[in-house]
């Protein structure tokens, strides 16, 4: 509860103010030495912008506030938890290099305990009472849709790390993760490509809810687009916590037979498991139809009963396995801070793309107050417009205007260990589309030249 | 013998030779003689003196060809090492293929794949056999007809013998001539081969064109009579794996009922946290899973699975006389009051497993449960779920054992009609209460245990089952084993028969929206209590 009340900050922290000094004097010499400093650097600030920065640091050196609204308790938990823990990963490293303008970040942990509505209220307290700067959270749509009037309505500001359907353009949130056309169309058009094995047929099958709807909508639409014949597309949803998958596995026996079938799964959570056991166990191979996963990532298959797995395909933005210098410290760090401090699983955690994006999420947001000098949301939004980061899997980019991400899109091939290995790389980044071409060819996102979605 | 032996002499001298240093008089005349016996052993060895050394020739030179701009070049190298390489050249094709452009590594992949899988024809498992001849089937390679053919004539084993002979068949449908095509189509029928569909299809297609020539329209015609056949055969195989599908589910719903048949059944408790007894089960496979990785050598550890299961029943069963010494017990006769305190115990218990185990769980199916028996073509009927029909239906005749062979059933039988008399008559039902409930939980963990093999392990799991379980023992008639049996089939077969053509999502609809009508009509479900039970 400490962290939840509208402190007014406590300037006596013990690791700042030197022991055993009381609270009066401590602040007033605080205040002296602030004003040292003003003067010391005041001479500095002559040369350039940086006395601006300075006053900034002596006037309010208390810390800036960031809400994180991930699930640690219930369903979600399992994927949550993870990006929780990889915020406050982000947050000690900016903290250890100084903060950002030199204030600490001090993180608010709420439990919306995957409980929609409880989405809502936990965003409301973060904003209202907490008065955060800016929140990192959510994973599923419809925590999303649920926190999305709040942030609206109290011009908050949300960063949002996880690949989702698109069709959404809202002027508080950035999407860090995929929009529909940096993950589900260039993983089919990877499938219908001669490289990716020239796939005619495909059988879309998803969890019932909004992300697998939207996303085979999409899909269905660009099929058409493409000349692939309407009976060559099977479409099929399963109820959440779906176990039983005989039938399903049966149908999709009948649709492969004769080759040239792939299966797209937008299958989410518990049901990954059953549906690949299943799909195994009636003698259905990866060469027969792959399975193109949106949903399955590193952290979902690490202690998952692989071998039925194994060969199967899934697309994402970021993989554990990329070679990059920052990616093998990132993987490194992350796994270090889980262990030291006492995660469960510890260095057995990977990294995954969810990860990632809430990983340089945070410090896209730090970068942007650094710019704009405040941590206001609208000069940081302002600010946030095409940035760049060196991120994990390599540099990615902030659209100069519809709030979505340039990331590059991969393709890989689940491996014993639970690892992918890349089988195709887009070339560079992929410009973000939140209204995809197919399904809504004359809609854009534009909150520069536009008020966001417009007509073209 | 002995030249060899002699020539391998000398060879070792001759190194020695050059080594010291010798006069070049004295290593001519050795390597003279060396060469004279090495070009005489080789025409030995070889029936047709010159006829080896032009085809290892011919591979190197078709090797360093296919990576020739010319395509009609590679092509033919190509054709060059499919017929005469194997296996063996693949290390060499591996080296090119990382050094040559894009086009050349396309060119050189099937190549490499008919290869791979002409070596795994003769594999010793009988999988990598298969598989080898569906690829080569669908790859649609026609030099792999030969090989899948000579190694049709030589396989024992049923199925792959089968594949092997659909995937020549398949091949052969692409060939030139209308005959071998008619030969092929008629074939495929024969072998009810669902993977020609899509081939014979398209040949009717052809035949049914109004440029078709003549032998076009007789290929069309078998192509038409196989689809027939095969159409047909599909029917019947579909027919056999829905009844399957049915029974498959029906038993993985009785397995989960059955404690809750004992537990809300006999003694009329309504255990909300019935589910988290099937995850206590599944959990300890889990743990016990652990310690065979962790402690036992690994040639034992598909035992495990066995081991487990008395260790699921034990830990549930205790689990179970816990929760009812400590709570239970305090609300017999209180319906309500006990079904919000199981339910608060069950979120206790999920929690719990969800901070001590997160989720990092998952229980390896056993080798021998893994895979597929094929009884009929097209037909496959998973082992696991085989185990899971033939484990629900023991558990149902020793449960009526049990209840109704056993000294402990009869004096459970007469606590839960009339509690009172029982009492009267000496039983000590407080004990037997503990013992029932005991039962029942134990057979929850069992239930946790085999579904183990269909499902994760996490610590949602008893959730995702719970509301079916009471949906069966209610509709099958609160009280009557055999109502549960019953209705469990009946649930099971009807959503099998349903979502086939509605869907999963519709079939689940259907199926609640039937059962509510079906209690509707007969509020005590299917078998109803007869006479005065201890309740009324």
Same mark, same amino acid.
């Given at each position: 509860?400490?962290?939840?009340?509208?402190?007014?900050?406590?300037?006596?922290?013990?690791?700042?103010?030197?022991?055993?000094?009381?609270?009066?004097?401590?602040?007033?010499?605080?205040?002296?030495?602030?004003?040292?400093?003003?003067?010391?650097?005041?001479?500095?600030?002559?040369?350039?912008?940086?006395?601006?920065?300075?006053?900034?640091?002596?006037?309010?050196?208390?810390?800036?506030?960031?809400?994180?609204?991930?699930?640690?308790?219930?369903?979600?938990?399992?994927?949550?938890?993870?990006?929780?823990?990889?915020?406050?990963?982000?947050?000690?490293?900016?903290?250890?290099?100084?903060?950002?303008?030199?204030?600490?970040?001090?993180?608010?942990?709420?439990?919306?305990?995957?409980?929609?509505?409880?989405?809502?209220?936990?965003?409301?307290?973060?904003?209202?009472?907490?008065?955060?700067?800016?929140?990192?959270?959510?994973?599923?749509?419809?925590?999303?849709?649920?926190?999305?009037?709040?942030?609206?309505?109290?011009?908050?500001?949300?960063?949002?790390?996880?690949?989702?359907?698109?069709?959404?353009?809202?002027?508080?949130?950035?999407?860090?993760?995929?929009?529909?056309?940096?993950?589900?169309?260039?993983?089919?058009?990877?499938?219908?490509?001669?490289?990716?094995?020239?796939?005619?047929?495909?059988?879309?099958?998803?969890?019932?809810?909004?992300?697998?709807?939207?996303?085979?909508?999409?899909?269905?639409?660009?099929?058409?687009?493409?000349?692939?014949?309407?009976?060559?597309?099977?479409?099929?949803?399963?109820?959440?916590?779906?176990?039983?998958?005989?039938?399903?596995?049966?149908?999709?026996?009948?649709?492969?037979?004769?080759?040239?079938?792939?299966?797209?799964?937008?299958?989410?959570?518990?049901?990954?498991?059953?549906?690949?056991?299943?799909?195994?166990?009636?003698?259905?191979?990866?060469?027969?139809?792959?399975?193109?996963?949106?949903?399955?990532?590193?952290?979902?298959?690490?202690?998952?009963?692989?071998?039925?797995?194994?060969?199967?395909?899934?697309?994402?933005?970021?993989?554990?396995?990329?070679?990059?210098?920052?990616?093998?410290?990132?993987?490194?760090?992350?796994?270090?801070?889980?262990?030291?401090?006492?995660?469960?699983?510890?260095?057995?955690?990977?990294?995954?793309?969810?990860?990632?994006?809430?990983?340089?999420?945070?410090?896209?947001?730090?970068?942007?107050?650094?710019?704009?000098?405040?941590?206001?949301?609208?000069?940081?939004?302002?600010?946030?417009?095409?940035?760049?980061?060196?991120?994990?899997?390599?540099?990615?980019?902030?659209?100069?205007?519809?709030?979505?991400?340039?990331?590059?899109?991969?393709?890989?091939?689940?491996?014993?260990?639970?690892?992918?290995?890349?089988?195709?790389?887009?070339?560079?980044?992929?410009?973000?589309?939140? $209204?995809?071409?197919?399904?809504?060819?004359?809609?854009?996102?534009? $909150?520069?030249?536009?008020?966001?979605?417009?007509?073209? | 013998?002995?030249?060899?032996?002699?020539?391998?002499?000398?060879?070792?001298?001759?190194?020695?030779?050059?080594?010291?240093?010798?006069?070049?008089?004295?290593?001519?005349?050795?390597?003279?003689?060396?060469?004279?016996?090495?070009?005489?052993?080789?025409?030995?060895?070889?029936?047709?003196?010159?006829?080896?050394?032009?085809?290892?020739?011919?591979?190197?030179?078709?090797?360093?060809?296919?990576?020739? &701009?010319?395509?009609?070049?590679?092509?033919?190298?190509?054709?060059?090492?499919?017929?005469?390489?194997?296996?063996?050249?693949?290390?060499?094709?591996?080296?090119?293929?990382?050094?040559?452009?894009?086009?050349?590594?396309?060119?050189?992949?099937?190549?490499?794949?008919?290869?791979?899988?002409?070596?795994?024809?003769?594999?010793?498992?009988?999988?990598?056999?298969?598989?080898?001849?569906?690829?080569?089937?669908?790859?649609?390679?026609?030099?792999?007809?030969?090989?899948?053919?000579?190694?049709?004539?030589?396989?024992?084993?049923?199925?792959?013998?089968?594949?092997?002979?659909?995937?020549?068949?398949?091949?052969?449908?692409?060939?030139?001539?209308?005959?071998?095509?008619?030969?092929?189509?008629?074939?495929?029928? &024969?072998?009810?081969?669902?993977?020609?569909?899509?081939?014979?299809?398209?040949?009717?297609?052809?035949?049914?064109?109004?440029?078709?020539?003549?032998?076009?329209?007789?290929?069309?015609?078998?192509?038409?009579?196989?689809?027939?056949?095969?159409?047909?055969?599909?029917?019947?195989?579909?027919?056999?794996?829905?009844?399957?599908?049915?029974?498959?589910?029906?038993?993985?719903?009785?397995?989960?009922?059955?404690?809750?048949?004992?537990?809300?059944?006999?003694?009329?408790?309504?255990?909300?946290?019935?589910?988290?007894?099937?995850?206590?089960?599944?959990?300890?496979?889990?743990?016990?899973?652990?310690?065979?990785?962790?402690?036992?050598?690994?040639?034992?550890?598909?035992?495990?699975?066995?081991?487990?299961?008395?260790?699921?029943?034990?830990?549930?069963?205790?689990?179970?006389?816990?929760?009812?010494?400590?709570?239970?017990?305090?609300?017999?006769?209180?319906?309500?009051?006990?079904?919000?305190?199981?339910?608060?115990?069950?979120?206790?218990?999920?929690?719990?497993?969800?901070?001590?185990?997160?989720?990092?769980?998952?229980?390896?199916?056993?080798?021998?449960?893994?895979?597929?028996?094929?009884?009929?073509?097209?037909?496959?009927?998973?082992?696991?779920?085989?185990?899971?029909?033939?484990?629900?239906?023991?558990?149902?005749?020793?449960?009526?054992?049990?209840?109704?062979?056993?000294?402990?059933?009869?004096?459970?039988?007469?606590?839960?009609?009339?509690?009172?008399?029982?009492?009267?008559?000496?039983?000590?039902?407080?004990?037997?209460?503990?013992?029932?409930?005991?039962?029942?939980?134990?057979?929850?963990?069992?239930?946790?245990?085999?579904?183990?093999?269909?499902?994760?392990?996490?610590?949602?799991?008893?959730?995702?089952?719970?509301?079916?379980?009471?949906?069966?023992?209610?509709?099958?008639?609160?009280?009557?084993?055999?109502?549960?049996?019953?209705?469990?089939?009946?649930?099971?077969?009807?959503?099998?028969?349903?979502?086939?053509?509605?869907?999963?999502?519709?079939?689940?609809?259907?199926?609640?929206?039937?059962?509510?009508?079906?209690?509707?009509?007969?509020?005590?479900?299917?078998?109803?209590?007869?006479?005065?039970?201890?309740?009324?």
């Amino acid at each position: 509860m400490e962290t939840n009340k509208p402190d007014k900050v406590n300037p006596v922290e013990p690791d700042k103010v030197a022991a055993g000094e009381q609270e009066g004097p401590s602040r007033r010499e605080l205040l002296v030495k602030g004003g040292k400093i003003v003067a010391g650097i005041g001479v500095a600030s002559l040369l350039g912008n940086l006395g601006n920065w300075a006053l900034s640091y002596a006037a309010d050196k208390e810390p800036i506030k960031i809400g994180i609204l991930h699930s640690l308790s219930g369903t979600m938990a399992i994927s949550e938890v993870s990006l929780r823990d990889t915020v406050m990963m982000a947050v000690e490293e900016i903290n250890a290099k100084g903060g950002v303008m030199g204030r600490m970040i001090k993180p608010v942990v709420v439990d919306p305990a995957s409980n929609w509505d409880l989405f809502a209220e936990k965003a409301k307290q973060l904003l209202l009472q907490d008065k955060v700067s800016v929140v990192f959270g959510c994973w599923t749509s419809v925590s999303r849709k649920s926190v999305l009037p709040v942030f609206e309505k109290n011009n908050g500001l949300l960063f949002y790390p996880v690949q989702y359907e698109g069709e959404e353009c809202s002027r508080n949130v950035f999407y860090t993760g995929a929009a529909p056309n940096q993950q589900a169309v260039p993983a089919v058009d990877y499938l219908m490509s001669k490289e990716g094995g020239g796939f005619t047929k495909f059988y879309l099958l998803g969890t019932d809810y909004v992300y697998p709807r939207t996303t085979n909508k999409i899909l269905r639409a660009m099929l058409l687009a493409k000349k692939v014949p309407a009976d060559s597309i099977m479409e099929e949803y399963t109820p959440f916590h779906h176990q039983d998958y005989q039938t399903i596995c049966g149908k999709l026996k009948k649709f492969a037979a004769g080759g040239g079938a792939a299966v797209i799964s937008t299958i989410n959570g518990d049901s990954n498991v059953p549906f690949y056991k299943e799909f195994a166990n009636q003698g259905l191979r990866a060469e027969d139809a792959p399975i193109m996963a949106f949903s399955v990532a590193e952290d979902e298959l690490r202690g998952m009963d692989t071998s039925a797995l194994v060969g199967h395909l899934a697309a994402w933005n970021y993989y554990q396995s990329v070679d990059t210098p920052q990616n093998k410290q990132f993987v490194a760090n992350f796994k270090a801070y889980c262990k030291k401090n006492n995660l469960p699983d510890g260095e057995k955690r990977v990294t995954d793309d969810p990860i990632e994006a809430a990983y340089f999420g945070v410090y896209i947001w730090k970068q942007a107050v650094e710019k704009a000098a405040s941590t206001e949301v609208d000069k940081v939004r302002k600010a946030v417009y095409g940035s760049k980061f060196l991120a994990p899997g390599g540099e990615i980019m902030m659209d100069a205007a519809n709030h979505h991400t340039y990331r590059p899109v991969l393709i890989g091939e689940i491996l014993a260990d639970g690892q992918f290995k890349v089988v195709s790389r887009s070339k560079g980044l992929v410009k973000p589309e939140p $209204w995809s071409e197919y399904t809504n060819p004359d809609k854009g996102c534009d $909150w520069v030249g536009h008020q966001g979605t417009y007509q073209k | 013998m002995s030249t060899s032996f002699v020539c391998l002499v000398e060879k070792r001298f001759t190194i020695m030779m050059i080594f010291l240093g010798r006069t070049a008089a004295t290593l001519s005349l050795i390597g003279l003689f060396l060469f004279s016996v090495q070009s005489w052993a080789i025409a030995g060895e070889a029936d047709e003196p010159g006829a080896t050394p032009p085809v290892v020739s011919s591979i190197e030179q078709a090797l360093s060809q296919v990576t020739s &701009e010319d395509e009609s070049v590679r092509d033919a190298a190509i054709r060059t090492l499919v017929d005469q390489g194997d296996a063996g050249l693949l290390p060499r094709l591996e080296q090119i293929r990382a050094n040559a452009d894009r086009s050349t590594r396309q060119a050189i992949k099937p190549l490499m794949d008919s290869l791979k899988n002409r070596a795994n024809l003769t594999s010793p498992s009988t999988d990598v056999r298969r598989s080898a001849a569906t690829d080569l089937g669908s790859a649609g390679r026609v030099w792999a007809i030969p090989w899948l053919e000579a190694a049709a004539a030589n396989e024992p084993n049923k199925w792959v013998r089968y594949t092997m002979e659909e995937s020549a068949a398949l091949l052969r449908l692409a060939s030139d001539d209308p005959l071998v095509r008619t030969v092929a189509a008629a074939k495929l029928g &024969e072998l009810c081969s669902q993977n020609g569909v899509t081939a014979l299809k398209k040949l009717v297609a052809v035949g049914e064109g109004t440029e078709a020539t003549e032998p076009e329209k007789v290929v069309a015609k078998a192509a038409g009579e196989a689809i027939q056949r095969i159409e047909n055969w599909g029917f019947w195989s579909n027919v056999i794996e829905t009844c399957f599908r049915g029974i498959s589910l029906s038993s993985v719903l009785l397995i989960m009922s059955l404690g809750l048949a004992i537990v809300f059944g006999l003694m009329g408790v309504i255990n909300m946290a019935h589910g988290e007894l099937m995850m206590v089960g599944a959990y300890a496979t889990f743990v016990t899973q652990q310690c065979f990785m962790a402690w036992f050598p690994s040639d034992v550890f598909d035992w495990y699975f066995i081991a487990a299961l008395p260790i699921a029943f034990l830990a549930a069963a205790s689990s179970g006389l816990l929760l009812e010494a400590t709570v239970i017990r305090f609300l017999y006769g209180r319906p309500l009051e006990t079904m919000l305190a199981t339910w608060g115990v069950s979120l206790v218990l999920m929690q719990a497993a969800r901070v001590y185990f997160g989720d990092l769980t998952a229980v390896i199916a056993p080798g021998p449960l893994r895979g597929g028996a094929q009884v009929m073509i097209g037909v496959y009927l998973p082992y696991n779920r085989i185990f899971i029909i033939g484990l629900s239906i023991v558990c149902v005749l020793a449960i009526y054992y049990t209840l109704f062979g056993s000294n402990l059933g009869i004096r459970v039988r007469a606590v839960t009609q009339n509690r009172n008399m029982s009492a009267c008559l000496g039983i000590p039902t407080r004990k037997v209460d503990s013992y029932t409930f005991a039962f029942g939980s134990g057979l929850a963990g069992i239930a946790g245990w085999a579904l183990t093999m269909v499902g994760n392990v996490d610590p949602g799991l008893g959730q995702n089952y719970i509301v079916d379980a009471f949906m069966v023992v209610v509709t099958g008639g609160v009280g009557k084993l055999a109502g549960t049996i019953v209705a469990s089939l009946g649930i099971g077969g009807l959503n099998k028969l349903i979502e086939p053509s509605f869907g999963a999502v519709y079939g689940k609809v259907f199926i609640l929206v039937l059962v509510i009508l079906f209690l509707q009509w007969r509020p005590s479900g299917l078998f109803a209590m007869k006479g005065r039970s201890a309740d009324s």
